[in-house]
Every structure is written in C-alpha cells, then in structure tokens.
C-alpha cells in the first residue's frame, strides 16, 4: 500500500529526447530538478532551462539591476556545474508572474519551438505564489497539446506526493557544488541545506544503497486532458478558498479607459498603467484626436490594450469620448485617466480593495497629490474625504482618483454631452444618487497642472460652468439630498456663528489683557518713582547719621553732658503734677 503514496524504487533516469526545464527564480532549477538534468547530460540528451521571474523581490530599485545580474551569473554559473549550458531569462518581476493566456501562450510557443517532449515545471502545490502559477501555467500549456509530451512537477518549499524517484546518488555532490553558486540566496537562508536534506529524506522508502533522490509527479499530455491528479481543480479551488489568487480572473477585471488626445505625455500615463501590482486589468484608450494618433500596440505592460476609434468628427468631445470608452468597457470596476496624468503602482490595488471591503458603496476614491509638468510637487494635494453635500457645491475629486462599479452604467449613469466642461463633476454627481464613496486618505496619483488643465480652466470659466451644473441639477437632487445640503449649511453657519462669538470674545481677552498689561506697567512705573525716592531719603538720612556721629563723638559735647543732664532734671521737675 505505501507504494501507492511513495514509490518504494527508484529509477535512473527519466527518458526524453529534448528536456525543457522552466525555473520561476533563478536557483530553482538546480534546487529542483538539478540531479535530472545532469543525469539527461550524461545521456547526451539535450536540456534547455528558462528562468521565468528577475528573483529581485524586495531590492531597491536603486540596486535592483545589480541585484538581477547577481541572480543571473549566479545561475550561469551553477549552469556550467551541471553542464547544459546557460539558460534563458524571461525577467518577469518576482512576485508578479501571474496565471493568464499571455504567460501559457509563452509558455506553449517555448514547448514549441524547442521540441521538447518532457518539461519541468514548480509543483502546484509550492507555498511561494510564482512557484504555483507557474505549475498552473505549464501544466494548462501541456494539457492543451494533447499529444506525447510529459510535465514532470517538481519539489523546493514544499514535498509532493510524488509518483517517481530518481535516484542521484552518484550525482549529489555536483548538485551541492552547483547548489553553492547561489551565494547571494545563501547568504540570506541555508537553502542549498534544506534541499540536501530533502534529496536524502526522499530515500526513506528506498534501499539503503541509494543515498539521494529528486521526487517528481510525472504525467502526460494525454493523461492531463481528464486531469486524473485534479492537479487544476483542486489545487485552483483551495487556493481561492484561502484567499490566495493563482488566476487573476478571481479578482474583478478593471477597466482603465484612457481618453487620448495623443499628447506627449500619453507615455507617462501608459507606463504607470503597465507598472500596476493589481493583476486583471485592460486599457481602453479612446482615440479623440483623429487619424494622426500614434499607434499604441496590443500590450499595455502585461495588461491588454484595445484602442477605440469613433468614426464621428474628431476631435471628440470629453464627455463623447467618456461615453465612448465607458461602451467599449468590460470591467466590473472602471476608472478614467487622463492621457496628462497618471497613477502610483498601487492605486488600482488600493481601491479595489476599498471596494471590496465595501459592498454598499458605490465607488473609491484616493488622495491627489498636483504636479507641474516637470513632474514636480506644487504643493497642492485634493484630500477631501468624501461629503455628498460637499460634492452638490464643487468638485474636489479628480478624475483618474475614483474606481466606481460597472453597476452604475446600468443605473445610467453616463457623461453628458452637452458639457463641455465639468462632465466629471456632472458624472460623481450621479454616480452619488446610488451610494457614497469611500475614501483612501493616502496620496496614489498625479494630476498634472499646466494651461489647459482643469485647474486652470475652473479659474476663467468658474461662473457659467458651474451655473450650468446648478441648472441642470437644481430639479435632479432628491429632496433628502437637499434637507442635507440644508442641514450641513445652517450648521456650518452655526459653526461660523460661533466662531466669530469665539473671535469676538478672545478680542475682548486681548483688549483687557492689554488694559490690565498697561495698569501693570503704570504701577511698575510709580513703584520705580517710589523707589527712587526712598533712595533719595536713604541717602539724605545717611547724611544726618554721620553728622549726629560727629556731633556725638565731639568734645564740646561730652563737656556739655552734665548741663544736659541737669536741664533734663529741672524739665523733669517742672513737668511733676
């Protein structure tokens, strides 16, 4: 019965004419299936090694290039040990190689062009979440070939439940020495260890004269169509179960749409689409400009891109090309960008999440940090936290700040065309009705200020476009809407009210803080006068003491004394009653 869990032999060499190995960091493919592909060597059977991610989780950018190369020489290095070769890299980012058609298609075209008929992938069972999507993709890949290739799944965080064991004992400490190349991953945690540890572990079940073994799950093309192993299903269910996403169709699809007027500044904006970490993404770019739009290509990124062309008069209307876009739009959450601004890497992530945590709220919105247009701060930042009354007065969201729900196209919400400006404005207005906004207090995106922007544009045109506003709205608001506004007004006058008693009495404080600092300083002034004259009179009493000495210390008055005492005695006597 254990065989049917561990095979209790284990065999030599597993045969192929053309082994394709994909590696999702570079170290994987030794850690993984190093004794494999030296034993195909020794078979003079040829081996090709993809390393799909850069392995740069977590540097800096300021040292992630030489961090890559680091990665890179090392596994070149490890290459020579094992002696297949160097291996090819796809530089996917660490930690952002996600399940999706881009990648299986990539995937297929290698299997493909290199003709290989046995290809070793990452368990699908891995803890690091590259290593499980790159199981998922390959092995979809092989499945949809259907015809004598084989996908042997490998083992580095976590031991599978194999269905072969290779024995490489003869070949372990090559692997040890190829294992030591990676100093960079060393240096950080004794992986080259663990490994050894788990290659003798996996000769649990077998002779004693086998010493290491690599485990793998190997299984065909054929086989995969009925997935036997529910490697797919099983492992795709319990991973959304935990949370953990393995294909980016889990999470909501986002649309991006782009209103383009083919400025120069439309790179910036699509570069800090393509460096978004949320993963199910497409940009809808809306040609408003004409004939003359540059061409922009299918791939925003790793996000797809679809360019959509009106063949009304260009250019086009803001509001027309919202509306544009917004129609072409599959999201079930959709944002607008300008093609002058742009976005934080985690902006779309933020309010996602946001809305997700929030299933009552019709929309998302962050803080807005303004630029100039050498992309530096002005100082300027939209931080209003969300107030529908606030909203029913101005605007203080900017576009490209706000994720909303594809529900509100189906409540009608949609620009209105016949403003030219403040078609935002007019858009959260209506998107309000329906729930409020929640709000991220954090700075994820840029609005450019120059000359046209809307800045700029509320300065000259604030009366018009906003009576406009007021007009088309002062019969849409709903009455509870109105209270409120009414509400938040008197209490706002109230707090004025208030805050001008306050002013006033803390002006009155002053007032007698200044009249009773002048009472001070006139009694600190008599007190001085009164000073000055006691010293007057000290001096002059001083004065009379020494000459009363003089007079007291003289002859003529110690010769007198008697007298004195007898005209003492006769004042006495005379003074008797």
């Known amino acids: 019965m254990e065989n049917l869990l561990v095979p209790n032999q284990a065999i030599t060499n597993i045969p192929c004419t053309l082994a394709l190995v994909f590696a999702p960091h570079p170290d994987d493919e ?11 060597i020794d078979q003079n059977v040829p081996v090709r090694v993809i390393i799909v991610s850069d392995g740069a989780h977590g540097v800096s950018d300021e040292n992630k290039t030489e961090y890559t190369r680091q990665r890179q020489s090392e596994s070149i290095t490890a290459a020579h040990t094992l002696g297949y070769g160097t291996p090819i890299f796809w530089r996917y980012q ?26 070793y992938a990452p368990s699908v069972f891995e803890m690091h979440p590259d290593h499980r999507v790159l199981g998922m993709a390959v ?30 004992s003869d070949l372990a400490a090559r692997k040890t020495a190829a294992m030591e190349c990676f100093v960079s991953q060393i240096a950080r945690q004794r992986y080259d260890q663990h490994i050894t540890a788990l290659n003798r572990y996996r000769t649990y ?68 689409v393509a460096l978004q970490v949320y993963p199910n993404i497409e940009v809808v770019l809306v040609n408003a400009k004409g004939t003359d ?70 929309a998302a919105h962050t803080e807005i940090a303004c630029m100039d247009n050498e992309k530096q701060p002005t100082g300027m930042i939209f931080n209003h936290s969300f107030n529908a009354s606030l909203l029913m007065a101005s605007n203080f969201m ?45 700075i994820s995106a840029f609005y450019r200020i120059h000359d046209s922007s809307g800045v700029h544009r509320q300065k000259v045109f604030f009366g018009a476009a906003y009576a406009r506003i007021y007009d088309k709205w002062r019969t849409l608001w709903p009455a509870k809407r109105l209270a409120k506004l009414m509400e938040d007004f008197w209490n706002a006058y109230a707090a004025q009210r208030e805050l001008a008693n306050t002013q006033t009495q ?13 009472q001070l300083a006139n009694t600190q002034s008599q007190l001085v006068n009164t000073q000055t004259q006691l010293a007057d009179a000290q001096t002059k009493l001083a004065a009379c003491q020494v000459k009363l000495d003089i007079v007291c210390h003289s002859r003529s008055w110690r010769i007198t004394a008697p007298l004195r005492q007898i005209n003492q005695m006769i004042r006495s006597f005379l003074n008797r009653p």
């Open 30 to 40: 030794v850690f993984g299936c190093g004794g494999a592909i030296m034993r195909h």
């Open 94 to 119: 660490d930690r952002q190689v996600y399940y999706s058609e881009k990648l299986i298609q990539e995937i297929l075209t290698a299997i493909h062009e290199t003709g290989a008929d046995l290809v």
């Open 139 to 168: 092995v979809e890949a092989i499945r949809r070939i259907g015809k004598a290739v084989r996908v042997a799944l490998y083992e580095v965080g976590i031991p599978l439940r194999p269905n072969l064991l290779l024995d490489i």
């Open 205 to 272: 079940t077998l002779p004693a004269s086998v010493t290491a073994a690599e485990a793998y799950i190997v299984i065909s093309a054929e086989e995969l169509s009925n997935d036997p192993l529910k490697l797919y299903q099983s492992e795709h269910t319990r991973q959304k179960a935990l949370g953990l996403v393995l294909d980016s169709s889990d999470m909501p699809l986002v649309s991006i749409i782009i209103r383009s007027m083919n400025r120069p500044t439309l790179s910036d904006a699509l570069d800090s």
């Open 293 to 362: 739009h540059r061409e922009v290509g299918e791939w925003c990124g790793r996000f797809p891109l679809r360019i959509v062309t009106s063949e009304e008069e260009f250019p086009l209307h803001r509001s027309r090309a919202g509306n544009v876009g917004l129609q072409a739009a599959n999201g079930e959450y959709l944002l607008f960008l300008d093609d002058d601004d742009w976005l934080a890497p985690d902006h779309i992530a933020k309010l996602s999440d946001a809305l997700a945590a929030h299933p009552i709220c019709s």
């Open 398 to 442: 900017p576009v490209h700040s706000v994720l909303f729900r594809r529900t509100m196209l189906e409540y009608g919400c949609r620009m209105d065309e016949t403003l030219d400006l403040n078609e935002d404005w007019d858009f959260w207005l209506q998107v309000s009705l329906r729930g409020d906004f929640v709000f991220i207090p954090e």
């Open 506 to 518: 803390l002006t009155n404080t002053l007032t007698e803080l200044v009249n009773t600092q002048t």
